[in-house]
């Protein structure tokens, strides 16, 4: 009997999220949002699945993951971060051809579980009857940062996908949303033989150079890091890879309070916000501060008389910026490359 | 021969310079405008004259200013903080009725020594001959946070007090600046026999229990701990308990770049600003930032996308604020009392 596959991809560096987020303990695996992390927050979403979940992430990771994940879990190293095609493509390969896979990054948050479950129940179905599906969220803005479904005619428990729409400008974003389109969520639901297929047809080179690392792949206790092969396979997301050129894609709408938490922003729409607009969290004092965004993991933080702020402190570093220029952070980050506090964890309070 | 002996002062707590100053390490004690303290740059400033050096402090900060000062400085401790008439009391009850106190703060900073000094030989002379002498510095703006001294007429080596005024609201500080007034810059120069005489004429309270503090005082080592009868003076100011009553008041003028450097807007006005109005000490990373005064003495700071702001980051605490926030800091500041982040130096970089 084939079975359903978690496969949780958890490649990403989180850069916009730093001080928080480093490279050796990226955003998924931080407690940004609640008492878990978007990892553990991921993983319980889909614990009712009948297969044990895989975990495919930068190799240099595993350790941190491995803390995170319950017994029985796979992990996957990647050699080097190549997207999410390749890394979709190693756990079809490592699948049953006729398993489901369920994917989904580890870094997304999704208020409502229960909606959530409906929504993968009949993205499932679609992957059992032949589909490639992609997870539709439901816009709630004209997002300009995001790619978009254009949905098709019914078919199987989704609708057809007409094509994908990538990042439009506010014009084309409000028109779409007009149109009824949908975020492209980066959530994916196939048979392991049908992704393979698919991309056997459009994009060989990934599959050519994941195959050879799979087979040069080494076990080490409950990983199993993918040959340097890996490496090889150019640079794709499972959409452009497959989803905009295959025949076979279907999309499955999702309205359960999705978020990418992909910046301050984010997490300060995320938040519980006080009478003053301001999302606080640990050790920070505040005077007459107004619609800010407040985070210590570490040193006291004393804010007086500003609005619409920033600021994230750790035992290492400080970021202050605007709510309006996080996009930015990642620009900033980029040039403190070489840096420990990119790359270590910041020593907790408890460590002083 | 009497001696011409510096007294300085180190009562402050420089609350508005959290979080770099700290109770058992207030701002005179810190590096903060150069190499030197700025009880190094004042004890500096007057190392010429041929009295040993006295320095009145809150018991509890004697340690770490022994550390900063030379060889056979005299070191007198308070039991607790009452303001600068019981210490300039004291003082001068330790001295030779003949000697001249030269009275200055530990925490001011003063640009052009060389007219400084001149200034000094002028209130010298001035009190030599019997006067109380205050420093009268030059405006630059029309402060209103400051007291005035009005000027009469030329006597001695200045000008005779014709009265003071305290914190004028804008046109009067207007009107004062017009009319020749200067700043009290709360530095003074006085016999001890004048200063005792006029203190027992005009604050008896004062020199009765300051006599009986000194009375009781404890000698340990090169400290002088004065007795517990300190606390049972009234908290005055020189100038409140002496100089707006004696008829003996002389004004000396000081054009010297003087600051009380009193609060982060002070500092980002003594220090050097880059081509962005930036001012930047310590490990700050910027990117389109405006105007601000940024300074860390611990952790990595990145900013992004403001202007105008102060951020001070140390060990254990960052404070961000505007520029035209600054003075409300020591009222945020009183609202942390009890937190070791008030009281004890943050940890050094060198400690982590």
Do not use: C
């Amino acid at each position: 009997m084939p079975a359903t596959i978690p496969v949780i991809l958890s490649g990403g560096a989180g850069t916009r999220l730093w001080p928080i987020s480093r490279r050796l303990a990226p955003k998924q695996l931080q407690r940004l949002t609640g008492e878990r992390s978007m990892l553990e927050d991921t993983l319980a979403r889909i614990s009712h699945l009948d297969g044990e979940a895989m975990v495919v992430a930068n190799v240099e990771q595993l350790g941190a993951i491995e803390g995170q994940v319950p017994p029985g879990t796979r992990l996957v190293g990647e050699p080097v971060a190549r997207n999410t095609a390749p890394a979709a493509a190693a756990a079809a390969l490592l699948s049953d051809p006729e398993d489901v896979l369920v994917v989904l990054p580890s870094d997304h948050h999704i208020a409502d579980t229960k909606t959530f479950r409906a929504a993968l129940e009949s993205a499932i179905g679609g992957a059992r009857s032949g589909h490639l599906v992609a997870f539709g969220v439901v816009p709630d803005r004209p997002e300009t940062g995001y790619g978009y479904i254009v949905p098709g005619p019914p078919a199987s428990s989704g609708r057809l996908i007409e094509r994908f729409v990538e990042k439009p400008d506010l014009q084309a974003a409000l028109g779409l949303i007009e149109s009824g389109a949908l975020w492209n969520g980066g959530m994916f639901a196939f048979q392991a033989r049908v992704l393979v297929d698919e991309m056997a047809r459009h994009a060989p080179a990934v599959l050519e150079a994941v195959s050879k690392s799979v087979a040069s792949a080494k076990s080490q206790g409950s990983r199993l890091l993918l040959g340097e092969e890996f490496g090889q396979a150019p640079s794709l997301s499972v959409d452009v890879a497959v989803m905009e050129k295959t025949d076979l894609g279907l999309v499955v709408e999702l309205d359960a309070g999705w978020s990418d938490a992909g910046s301050w922003e984010s997490l300060y729409a995320l938040g519980q916000s006080d009478s003053s607009g301001n999302v606080i969290l640990g050790d920070v004092v505040t005077e007459d501060v107004k619609s800010s965004y407040l985070r210590s993991d570490g040193p006291l933080v004393a804010v007086l008389g500003v609005d619409n702020l920033v600021i994230v402190a750790t035992g290492d570093a400080v970021l202050v910026t605007k709510r309006d220029r996080v996009q930015e952070v990642k620009r900033l980050v980029e040039r403190l490359e070489g840096r420990s506090e990119l790359s270590i964890p910041p020593p907790s309070s408890s460590d002083r």
